[in-house]
């Protein structure tokens, strides 16, 4: 055994006998990423601290926003020994995948702004379709398979605008902005331009963001498993649309991971999935995958579903959550809209969580409880749903497929 692994099993096991966290990591909005991360000298970045833990040790963020994707590198070993990232009891943590916008023009009873490529980073949402890119294209005989059962709305973009934290809808055309809160985009040669109607309000006067980032909190790294994540406010990302075939993206979710427990959250204004437990981006031993607990979070606004996974999600625990207010915009959808949608599972047991307002247009999906293709020995108990626009709760295809 090499001398690194001896030290890494020796914290483990000191870990496990005193049942406290190996390190406390601190992070607030007064600290600095050269800062050594505790109490007194904290981090200023999640992210930063993300890529410090180590297994046994807790991340403690302090209020504030934070406006960043959250990409941690390592897992915990085992129960006793997991990474915990927790807002500070008592305190409004939020992790934010949009940035604010100045310098609105008027034109009549609209507002436009230009902005470049280079605002948005690494990927521009509003130059992006909605359609997953790990699409299988013309490969299929089935053309809805090739969009990854999205039916409508196939010409909408990963980008968002909110004012004051309420998110406009997206119009294919500029015919569409008559209508108050909503926005049409053009892009050409490196540049954006959003044309938005906010109805009476002043862009310039109140807080108007864009979404820039796909993810809050999510590892690139696929296969991570004992994390728990607590406590923090997930808000506005650019997620893809995430059908079973291919990755599915999230504004959180383990990418394939394991042991992972999602509590006390609440996530708002993911584009197309708030949690996702489903495909990872990558290699994932799927024999380790899943046994995750999410319980006690509120997914609110998602414009795909609450809560989706295929086969990663497998002996997983689903409980006490509220799902709410999905696809409530209706600006796209299809055969992936639910409350909560699973693929391929295996003795997840999902109860006790109150699920109202699902949307879709009329013929295409929006059920509440979707399980649908190879799912055995799911349990589906206690669970309240309401107002949901297709089915409370659907079984599909199941066993066998």
Known sequence: ????????????????ASGAPAREIWVAKTGSDANDGDQSAPYLTINHAAQQAMPGDRVTVRAGTYR??????????????????????????????????????RSGNLWQVTLPDSFFGDMNPFSTSIRNP????????????????????????????????????????SEGLS????????SEQGQTTITANFGDANPNAAQVEVNVRPHAFFPVTP?????????FKMLNTATWWAPPIVFQPGAIGPNGGHHWIIEHNLVRHAKTVCISLGNPSGKADVTLSGRHIVRHN?????????IAGQRWNSYSHIHDNIIEQINY???????????????????????????????????FSGHGIWIDFKNRDIRITRNVLYRVSGISIYMEANWGG
């Open 1 to 16: 055994m090499k001398f690194g692994t001896l030290v890494l099993c020796g914290i483990t096991l000191m870990i496990m």
């Open 68 to 105: 960043e994707w959250v990409k941690p590198v390592l897992g915990g070993l085992s129960e006793s020994s997991r990474i915990t990232y927790r807002a500070a009891p008592g305190e409004d943590v939020r992790i934010i995948g949009s940035e604010p916008v100045t310098g609105w023009e």
């Open 134 to 173: 790990d699409e299988i294209g013309e490969s299929s005989d089935d053309p809805a398979r090739e969009w990854g059962w999205l039916m409508y709305g196939r010409w909408a973009h990963l980008g968002d605008v909110y004012l004051d934290g309420e998110g406009l809808t997206e119009q294919e055309t």
């Open 179 to 186: 209508a108050p809160m909503t926005w049409h985009v053009t």
């Open 223 to 231: 296969g991570l498993g004992y994390i728990t994540v607590r406590g």
């Open 298 to 306: 509120i997914l609110h606004k998602c414009g795909q579903a609450g």
């Open 329 to 363: 915009r209706n600006e796209f959808g299809g055969y992936e809209t639910a409350g909560i949608k699973f693929h391929h599972a295996t003795g997840s047991l999902i109860e006790h969580n109150f699920i109202h307002d699902v949307s879709s247009t009329e013929g």
